[in-house]
Nanobody, 120 residues
Framework: VQLQASGGGLVQAGGSLRLSCVVS????????MGWYRQAPGKERELVASITRAGDTMYADSVKGRVTISRENAKRTVYLQMNGLKPEDTAVYYCKCNARAQGYWRYDDYWGQGTQVTVSS
């Protein structure tokens, strides 16, 4: 199972970015999906998560500015970020909980990360 994240970049404060993450490989089923971020010198933190049914959860720091969504048929999760602030600068990682074909259990899988830089 591989996750490929894209959509990061440099944006001015107040701007928007849309991150995408595609899950590929020999997959039986993808369950929860989410986005995390890690700023320099800080621990990785949850930004937003979404269940297979579409239930969402957001960190307080991004509520009202960020929307997570997914397309199950495409095994893709998105993160629409509006009103970006310099404190949103971080490497953003996607994660999914998935069951690979031929396996009986679900495991967490991580993408490689995409850099988001917000200038003031």
């Amino acid at each position: 199972v591989q996750l490929q994240a894209s959509g990061g970049g440099l944006v001015q404060a107040g701007g928007s970015l849309r991150l995408s993450c595609v899950v590929s490989g020999r997959i039986y089923r993808v369950d929860d999906m989410g986005w995390y971020r890690q700023a320099p010198g800080k621990e990785r933190e949850l930004v937003a998560s979404i269940t297979r049914a579409g239930d969402t959860m957001y960190a307080d720091s991004v509520k009202g500015r960020v929307t997570i969504s997914r397309e199950n048929a495409k095994r893709t999760v998105y993160l629409q970020m509006n009103g970006l602030k310099p404190e949103d600068t971080a490497v953003y990682y996607c994660k999914c909980n998935a069951r690979a074909q031929g396996y009986w259990r679900y495991d967490d899988y991580w993408g490689q990360g995409t850099q988001v830089t917000v200038s003031s």
